[in-house]
């Protein structure tokens, strides 16, 4: 399990990799959001990671800081993040969770602050190695 943020107003929480099939990439695993006002959860699909970790290793090498919004997002679009390098060697983080269904009913977001460099490279490694738990 992977926990983000430690105080209010909310924690995503993501559990549970699996592969659906064992012939094939899928990996799903569950996105829990936790706050005072309740809980929201939705399992996201996606193809191997679909590089999330990568992602997350791009923003820790360019620790120095970028122009703009950055983006990743899983298989469906369950899951999506959005990175902005701030003055001062912050990251936020912007993590968005949706239902599945077509009419897409419900989406929560929250933010997390990470500083650059190093700890953008924990929070990567700590994905990668909950990615690579699916296939042991």
């Given amino acids: 399990m992977v926990q983000l ?3 209010e ?3 995503l929480l993501i559990s549970e990799p699996a592969r659906r099939y064992e ?4 990996l799903d695993f569950l996105v829990r959001a936790q ?9 996201v699909e996606t193809w191997g990671g679909d590089g999330l970790d990568t992602f997350l290793v791009s923003l820790a090498e360019d620790f120095r800081g970028w122009e703009g919004v950055r983006t ?3 298989l469906c679009y ?10 001062g060697g912050h990251v936020q983080l912007t993590w968005r969770i949706c ?3 077509p009419s897409e009913e419900w989406h929560f977001e ?6 650059a460099g190093e700890e953008m490279r924990n929070l990567a490694a700590e994905i990668h190695t909950f990615i690579a738990s699916a296939a042991e």
């Fill in 5 to 7: 943020g430690d105080s």
């Fill in 72 to 74: 990743w997002h899983s």
């Fill in 99 to 101: 239902d599945r269904a």
């Fill in 23 to 26: 012939d094939e990439p899928t």
């Fill in 9 to 11: 107003p909310a924690r």
């Fill in 35 to 43: 706050g005072p006002w309740g809980n929201v959860e939705t399992s």
């Fill in 78 to 87: 369950d899951l999506t993040l959005a990175a902005e390098h701030h003055a």
């Fill in 110 to 115: 929250t933010c997390t602050v990470h500083a």
